[in-house]
């Protein structure tokens, strides 16, 4: 049957089981747009700015597993989805961004809202795609789709010429396999070498003082059972980053919770002295290892990941596995279990759980509370109680982003979304709708800076538009509160161009969205505004929470330092005698 | 109580730094809108120049081949190799610099040849090096050449006295001896 090139767009996209759109229209992608107003089949979310449409998407990948799809018009809208398709690649999030074009003769021409998004964004997708030709269509909706979602995964930006989207065709929508038959170079490596898992189990049963380090591809591969499974069989201690977080139970007693730059002491100090890491989907990232010549300096490291190009790119690893995380740890479980489960050094194992467990009395996840100022961790506490734990949590970038983490234990997977490789203030409000459209079933909250809401609070609009009951807690510390503290602690408190205390008044804001506002200035107040946040269920709730200005987070070790020179809660170091060991 | 003794170690962690030299690259890839856009910016993402490049097609409809020259640390073209590997429409990519390979190259070179002498002494040279005179006026020669980096570089230097007007070259075409070899005879 012919039909237009924009039904077409639409056919292969119900086919390909998508559910939301979220978009915003313009005139390049009217057809398209025009289409889906006729066919149905589709529901879309129309956000107030495409950077709120592209984190929409982003959010809603991240938290369901399934591809985001956002749409935009040519010129403008597709450039306002640069930042997005940035945030997406960085952190592996599979989606996929349609952008209308203007028609094929046109292009290369200046035309009218034209610009070459396929070059802006090559640096930052996986993969894109022009359509040059009617026919190709479902194949190219149906390969950026495959693209997106395996392998490691990531954005893929479909162009769209507005002539292509006009013409008539009868080509029918291929199969799946048949439409990517032609990807002839493209074929993720998923299960592991042999040879190299058996060296791992070999490590794995020989080591004395094992941690596992687990990132984002562990979540991707849904790989958290084999997870929890490899660690209490072998009694391996295991720490996330910030996009591994929920792969691993924050509550469990082998977690170590966070690493890195902003991780716990414990966690640090376990990778420091460990003898055996291994990485499951992590990338040994400048923020987890600071100085690399100091990170885990005593270990032999394993690191199994899907892309090859991860491993051995920032440290040298003893043990590739080039797979599918999910697939590797069951590999090694079944390697494991045949041989009959054995610790060679069981002894020394719980030795090292049990100095672990000094490490965590000794300088566990505290702050100072307080009776008179709102402390900001005390909110992200209160928060944790009021949902037993069980919210999904979207946050901006900068202190609150790392409060956010750090003082809400996550136990599920897909709990914690936040921008992690590019850190895009701006993030958490949109990629929080996204997230609650995706999961309707779940509380989602959104831990936001005062700097950060600003940046697409736009979107409070859609929220309220679509009934979409997020609740965003503003951690208002008046300030770019990350820059701050480090021009507190590296630029002799030269607090340059980071004041925010002029602001708008958040709770009228709110209300002139049609949404609720909330304001809390002492302690006192926040645990009843939260209880009555979380009984507002047709709107989204924004509660300004004033907190301590001039809070810091800690510990914390400084960019490009060593976990030698982390400083702890009251900006002192710790104690050198208990860092290190040898055994 | 743990038996684990409490001291300061300040063992590091060795840090790969590799050698820095030319690599020469084969990549076979599916011949789609932007490929090339694709690995120039990829490996411009590196900071590094491509040194030479060449592209053509196989004798597989929509496939084609490029050799890439490329200067830089080992480590970092090893991860530019797995980059590679990476795109979509890359089918494969081959580091050729330690496996035993032929390499060729073309130049067009038009040399200053206004006397009698110079033309003779022009062409005895490209006769020493197979090469041939592919065209001529009174004040020039353009000679065409093939041969590996050396033998380029040889002629280079032997025609620079003339005076060299223009040359062009083709970028090195690469391929893997079947035999591995490091010499082959006929060379
Ligand atoms: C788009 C963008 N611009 C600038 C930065 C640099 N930056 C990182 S954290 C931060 C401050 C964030 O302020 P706020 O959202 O109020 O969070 P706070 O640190 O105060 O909790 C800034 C400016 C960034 N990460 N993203
Ligand atoms: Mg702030």
Redesign the pocket.
Known sequence: MSRKGADIVIETLIEEGVEYIFGLPGGAIMEVYDALYRMGGIKHILARHEQGAGHMAEGYARATGKVGVAMVTSGPGATNLV?PIADAYMDSVPTVFITGQVPLHLIGNDAFQEVDIIGITRPITKHSFLVKRVEDLPYIIRQAFHIARTGRPGPVVIDLPKDITQQLSDVPIPSREEAISSLIGYKPHLTGNPQQIKKAVKLITEAKKPVLYVGGGAVNAEAQDELLELAELMRIPVTTTTQGKGAFPEDHPLSLRMLGMHGTYYANMAVYNCDLLIAVGARFDDRVTGKVEEFAPNAKIIHIDIDPASISKNIIVDVPIVGDVKIVLNKILEEIKKKGVKILHAKEREEWLEQINKWKKMYPLTYKNSNKVIK?QYVIEQIYEVTRGEAILSA??????M?AAMFYKFSFPRQFINSGGL????FGLPAGIGAKVGRPDVPVFVI??????L?TMQEVVTAVHYKIPVKVAI?N?G???????WQELFYEKRYSE?D?SIQPDFVKLAEACGAVGFRAEKPSEVREILEEAMRIEDRPVIMDFHVDREENVFPMVPAGKSYRDMILEDGKSPDVETMYLVG | MSEFTVIETRKLREVRKGATRKHIINVTVRNEFGVLARIATLIAGKGYNIESLSVGETHEKGISRMTIEIIGDDIVIDQVVKQLRKLIDTIKVRDLTDIPHVERELVLIKVHTPTARARDEVLRITEIFRGKVVDVSQETYTIEVTGDEDKIRAIVELLKPFGIKEMARTGKIAMKRELGWEENPQD
């Open positions: 930042t900001p901006g970038v900068g202190q609150h982003q409060w850190g895009t203030m701006g936001d800076g005062d700097g950060s809401f940046m951690i510390n300030y770019l509160g990350m820059v701050r503290q980071v925010l």
